[in-house]
């Protein structure tokens, strides 16, 4: 069974992908057809038109790298569990030293809903005794 759906995904993958293709290209062309004339007074496009349009806008803008919100600023669930690790190791002096740091290269650092960012304070990652003290 697994050798057939190796040989299989040579033919499906591709032939998937030109689906997917296919269906965005036909609603870039519909929605300009429908909205663009309109509201700028342009012309219709054609399939291929609205193919090379979105083929275009992903060369410019990207092919979503994206994920989650927050990622780029270290929200993630992985990025968040290595920062508790390495806070949990050091020493109170290296905490400090640490904090000091940060709020010298961060503009607001952790205040919370600062400038649109959610940014947390580094004492969520005390240990439970820490935050007895």
Request: hydrophobic fraction near 45%; include cysteine; aromatic fraction near 14%.
């Amino acid at each position: 069974m697994k050798r057939s759906f190796y040989k299989a995904r040579f033919i499906l993958f591709p032939i998937g992908a030109a689906a997917i293709l296919s269906l965005i290209s036909f609603v870039v062309m519909q929605l300009w057809n429908i909205l663009l004339p309109a509201i700028l007074h342009v012309g219709i496009i054609t399939f291929w038109q609205a193919m090379g349009i979105f083929i275009l806008c992903k060369i410019l803008f990207g092919f979503g790298k994206g994920g989650k919100p927050g990622w780029a600023r270290g929200n993630s669930p992985w990025m968040r569990k290595r920062m508790e690790e390495r806070f949990k190791n050091m020493s109170p002096e290296d905490k400090e030293r640490f904090k000091a740091k940060m709020k010298d290269r961060m503009c607001g650092w952790g205040d919370h809903h600062h400038g649109g960012f959610n940014r947390r304070p580094w004492d969520d990652f005390a240990t439970n005794e820490e935050k007895q003290d």
